[in-house]
């Protein structure tokens, strides 16, 4: 029956936003109409050009190579911190490997303790490995290894250790300043935990004592010291019958125990995965032997996997880095591919039986017109989401974020042509009546059982929770439970900390985090190791300034007492002891430059304490005669409470060596640990500005892909209070922001629209009263949402109890995020749009309508549904109804 056209009046009733709103939605469902039926009308073709688009892509990956480096990932481009280091690697790199070994006792200044740890000592430099013994490896000064401990004070001798006595133990610690071996002076309090003192300042007793070994880390005898250090470790392990307790922690600890927990947390992702695939088989079809979708799931998963190499290889070749975090996304991209899928295959189910008559292209076409714009939504709205956030300082974040947002475009691309091709040729396969499975075989009277026919899901949500949500007690208290969790969460969000602490990436049983929890008993005040280095600059003219820079540095509250190791007090004492008549005229150093750097290579070259000091010092041997071009000096920082902390006491360090009176940068501290805090700097900042910044797009998003002001800012209150929420679960779960749990906030965001703004646009396009129609949302829709959430759920399950702190965080933020954004798009959503929901969309006052016809026999155009039948089929809504002509 030909419609009338609308009248002046009618027209005059909606306002410009209206009719905006009205025409985005029309034109969309246009778009995704006529996609459909391209797709459904040529399949195998599809299927070939998404196969090979994806296929010439991924060759990027040919130069694909993933980035460890910490200061490229983490570290701003701009920070000092990059050219330090890059100076450092130039003319001190690190060559060292290391085992400490902390011995404990109920005094481990007794005989008996001293002679348990010199037996370990002896086991760990027994060592032999093709060809390299422990004294081929070990680091030396002068004659002897390296190896830091209080059994240095007498020379590691066996014999004169098995003959101590408690009186000349306390007499030798107390009394020797400096070590007999490599000439430096000697601390023994750094080498002791625990320590008593009597009233005299003497050190009566201590309960532990640590051993350090060095190593040379050269590439040729690399393998046979990290076969070392796991002989040292399992040695370590075993314990000692006169020591209570023994702990190890080498150069390869934090890798064998850290990524090894990490490489077996993998293989449990793997088999969620496969979790995955078998709820998305039974959920996703109906349970016979000729419409249940296992090659289709498959299909699904492929198409997950496809936007991978899409946005590696895309990625690879235009130079963005990849990082370890990137890891996750195959993740975060089966999460959105999943709920996608759902949605497109519910809105096939949802076919009227009139668009089921339709021929199958038609039939997609329509699937797609339901489903396309509710899929762009999410899509576009994590795009642009991820997209701003890769404007981020951070280098390792931006890079994730540019390769998410090429993954979810890709994988948005492919489910709505790849995935719907599949599912075209899956339902030729149907109507075939051939096997799900064995698809060569073909059934003559296929009839189906009853039970497969129903969407369980679908009249639970029509029949018993729909209704429920909507009687009046039951939304005060869906009201009350939300924001008595937002209230909470907000306490907890305002009180999330940023604190970064390594240890906290070992897993709770391994030795190495017992080494580390050992260290923070014993050796509580312990800071990190730095080093000042120096470039080239007159030394021997810049001493006085150098001194001065260096008593300030022994005074400063962040270094911890007697840790400042310089090199300057032993050559002075040696300059002294020349009796030279020509230096005589100098108070402390000769001034004259090639004086300087003459007798400070002499020292370095010819008396024992220099050589103990070689490696703190650089000469540039090339020219004649040589010159000191660098040097550095050591100390050690305090133990600071959290990384606010340890932020200053860099800062205080920066400012003393900055405003020396040294030429800019000629000075500066570095140790590995700083490119930590120059990241903690920026990074509760730059989480703060990402997620204000994806908030933003996201409701903008909304609003012009949902085309509703009011329907936007209800579905964005539901993101924001699933953000919050998760965010203050993250404080009362002891989680504090650092790298891996901002870059985890941020998929939240992504994530969470996912979960609300299926419903809200679904909403929208369903008439009837305010009660009806979010009830009518959630049995068309609601469905796919759960599944999709509940999907994602299942694919880190398995992580629950996993001992990997990043894997444990995974899953309590995927967790989280799932049980509240589920939460707030199927309860809380539903609840408030029918107190506050707008009208729904009428197409009709935004175009001209045109008689519902007959196209080759069959009704031609896009056409809006309504829910009507028990079994959770649709029929065409009368309000809605929206057809257009061949000419559209």
């Known amino acids: 029956m030909q419609q009338k056209p609308d009248s002046n009046e009618s027209t005059r009733r909606y306002s410009c936003l209206r009719k905006v709103s009205h025409g985005i939605i029309w034109s969309l469902e246009t778009a995704f109409y006529h996609l459909g039926q391209f797709v459904g009308t040529y399949p195998v073709l599809t299927i070939v050009l998404s196969f090979v688009i994806c296929g010439i ?129 000697l601390d ?71 990524y090894g927990a990490v490489n077996e947390d993998i293989n449990l992702l793997s088999v969620g995965i496969c979790i995955v695939l078998i709820f998305v088989i039974i959920t996703l079809g109906r349970f016979n032997l000729v419409e249940h ?42 999460g959105i591919g999943v709920d996608d899928m759902f949605v ?55 890079a994730f974020c540019i390769d998410a947002a090429l993954g979810i475009l890709a994988l948005f691309i492919l489910q709505s042509t ?62 009350i439970v939300t924001f008595s969790l937002l209230g909470v969460n907000i306490y907890g969000f305002y009180h999330l900390k940023q604190d970064f602490d390594l240890v906290m990436y070992i897993p709770s049983d391994s030795y190495a985090h017992q080494f580390a929890k050992a260290q923070e008993k014993y050796f509580p005040d312990r800071g990190v190791e730095v080093n000042v280095y120096c470039g080239d600059i007159h030394y021997g003219s810049s001493q006085k300034i150098l001194n001065e820079m260096l008593a300030k540095i022994g005074s400063d509250p962040g270094v911890e007492n007697g840790t400042v190791i310089s090199w300057f007090p032993a050559f002075e004492a040696w300059l002294r002891s020349l009796n030279n008549s020509k230096l005589a005229k100098y108070n402390h150093y000769p001034y004259d430059e090639l004086e300087f750097d003459s007798l400070a290579l002499r020292f370095v070259e010819q008396t024992p304490v220099g050589r103990a000091f070689r490696r703190f010092m650089k000469f540039d041997k090339t020219i004649n005669p040589p010159i000191l071009k660098a040097m550095y000096f050591s100390l050690r920082h305090t133990s600071q409470s959290n990384s606010q902390a340890e932020i200053d006491a860099m800062e205080n360090l920066r400012k003393i060596t900055d405003n020396a009176g040294l030429p800019v940068g000629m000075c500066f501290p570095y140790c590995p640990e700083y490119l930590t805090y120059e990241t903690n700097k920026v990074l509760q900042v730059e989480l703060y500005r990402n997620l204000a910044l994806a908030g933003a797009c996201v409701f903008f998003v909304t609003l012009i892909l949902i085309a509703n002001v009011l329907t936007s800012m209800i579905v964005f209150t539901c993101v924001i209070f699933t953000l919050v929420d998760v965010a203050g679960t993250m404080y009362f779960w002891g989680v504090t922001i650092d790298t891996a749990s901002s870059i985890l906030l941020t998929l939240c ?104 016809k007959q196209f080759n026999g069959h009704l031609e155009g896009p056409v809006s549904q309504n829910q009507d039948t028990e079994n959770g089929e649709t029929e065409l809504s009368p309000c809605i109804k929206a057809e257009e002509t061949n000419q559209v």
């Open 344 to 398: 497109i295959v519910e809105a096939w189910k949802n076919l009227t039986p009139k668009e089921q008559q339709l021929p199958l292209p038609k039939q997609v076409a329509m699937t797609m017109k339901h489903a396309g714009v509710s899929v762009t939504v999410t899509s576009v709205t994590d795009i642009v989401a991820f997209a701003i956030g890769a404007s981020t300082v951070i280098p390792g974040l931006s």
């Open 749 to 852: 965001v992504g994530l969470a629209v996912d979960y609300s703004a299926h419903i809200g646009h679904t909403f929208m396009t369903v008439s009837g009263s305010k009660k009806e129609r979010p009830v009518m949302a959630l049995t068309e829709i609601g469905p796919a949402v759960f599944n999709g959430g509940f999907s994602t759920f299942l694919a880190f399950v398995l992580l629950a109890n996993s001992n990997s702190y990043g894997f444990s965080l995974f899953f309590r933020v995927f967790f989280t995020v799932v049980v509240f954004g589920l939460f707030h798009g199927l309860v809380y959503l539903p609840v408030v749009l029918s107190w506050l929901g707008p009208e729904p969309y009428d197409t009709n006052s935004v175009h001209k309508s045109v008689p519902e």
């Open 418 to 479: 790849f995935f719907v091709a599949c599912l075209t040729l899956d339902q030729k396969r149907i109507e075939a009546q051939r096997d799900a499975i064995l698809c060569c075989v073909a059934y003559k009277s296929f009839e189906p059982n009853k039970c497969s026919q129903k969407n369980f899901l679908a009249l639970a949500f029509k029949k018993y929770l729909g209704p429920f949500f909507m009687r009046t007690p039951v939304k005060v208290i869906v009201m």
């Open 57 to 185: 892509a991924s060759l990027g990956m040919v130069n694909f190579k993933e980035t460890d480096i910490t200061e490229k990932l983490w570290v701003p481009s701009y920070s000092r911190i990059q050219d330090e280091k890059k100076w450092m690697m130039e003319n001190f790199p690190p060559d060292t490997r290391f085992a400490k070994i902390i011995a404990v006792e109920n005094n481990i200044l007794s005989p008996r303790s001293l002679s348990a740890m010199l037996d370990l000592y002896n086991k760990a430099i027994s060592f032999h490995e093709n060809g390299y013994s422990y004294n081929h490896m070990c680091l030396r000064v002068g004659f002897h290894c390296r190896v830091s401990s209080i059994l240095e004070i007498w020379s590691y001798n066996k014999s004169t250790i098995a003959h101590l006595t408690y009186d000349g133990i306390l007499r030798d610690i107390n009394s020797i300043k400096y070590s007999p071996m490599y000439h430096n002076r």
């Open 188 to 258: 023994v309090t750094t080498m002791l935990g625990k320590v008593l003192f009597d009233t005299d300042g003497n050190i009566i007793a201590a309960e532990v004592a640590s051993i350090l070994f060095l190593l040379k880390d050269e590439e040729e005898m690399r393998p046979a010291a990290m076969k070392w250090e796991t002989e040292v470790i399992q040695l370590v392990q075993k314990g000692h019958p006169h020591l209570k307790e023994t702990y190890i922690y080498a150069t390869r600890s934090f890798d064998d125990e850290g």
């Open 293 to 334: 979708k296992l090659l289709l799931s498959l299909a699904g998963l492929l198409s997950v996997g496809m936007s991978i190499g899409f946005a590696y290889g895309l990625a690879t070749t235009f130079g963005v880095i990849y990082g370890p975090v990137h890891a996750i996304m195959p993740f975060l991209l089966l």
